[in-house]
């Protein structure tokens, strides 16, 4: 007996009964559809909450085994638009960001290396910091001349800059979010290459 056509579906081909080719599919005659809720786009990586990526580094693209980092972060995303509420006072902007924040736990891997790298970045971050508010107030304490207040100021800033520094080091950095979908940048091309495109 030769086997029976398949029938075309809307979605999918569902294999007609082989007692009646013309009794109603059941669900166990529909194949189950694998989806990925994560893709590449240019250098771009779109990625919903919950996803797991590869074992493999996002930065150097290295097989990360049992033992290696693979954990679940917290992704978040502010509208760009929302930082111009920061001269209006820092307690309205977070009021906002908190209202239009959207967040997304996913897991990846990051290699030793990668996480050294990121480490010495953060320290250079807090160490530019320390060194301004420490710089600051020995301004303040011990020059009195006007120059003391351009040194003072110069320190601020350079507190500021080690703050946005330490804070703005991340593995991956959200670059917008839309009907669910997170847009990250920080993979390597390498990593980004063995992942489905659309």
Not at 26 to 45: A, K
Not at 46 to 63: S, V
Not at 71 to 93: D, Y
Request: net charge positive; aromatic share 12%.
């Amino acid at each position: 007996m030769s086997e029976p056509e398949l029938i075309p579906n809307k979605t999918t081909w569902i294999p007609p009964s082989r007692d009646n080719p013309y009794s109603t599919p059941t669900t166990t005659d529909i194949p189950q559809i694998e989806v990925v809720p994560y893709f590449r786009r240019g250098n771009l990586l779109f990625i919903r909450d919950g996803a797991e990526l590869p074992k493999r580094c996002i930065r150097t693209n290295e097989e990360i085994d049992g033992t290696g980092w693979h954990k679940r972060k917290l992704l978040t995303w502010i509208p760009q638009w929302a930082f111009l509420f920061i001269v209006a006072g820092f307690l309205p902007f977070v009021l906002l960001a908190v209202v239009l924040q959207k967040k997304a736990k996913i897991t990846y891997s990051l290699s030793k290396h990668a996480r050294k790298s990121l480490f010495r970045k953060r320290c250079i971050g807090l160490g530019l910091m320390a060194f301004g508010v420490l710089g600051a107030f020995a301004a303040a304490k011990f020059i009195e001349s006007d120059a003391g207040i351009f040194i003072i100021l110069g320190c601020i800033l350079m507190a500021f800059v080690g703050l946005i520094i330490s804070i703005s080091v991340n593995a991956l950095v959200v670059r917008g979010a839309k009907d669910g979908w997170f847009h990250v940048k920080g993979c390597s091309e390498e990593f980004l290459a063995g992942l489905p495109e659309a």
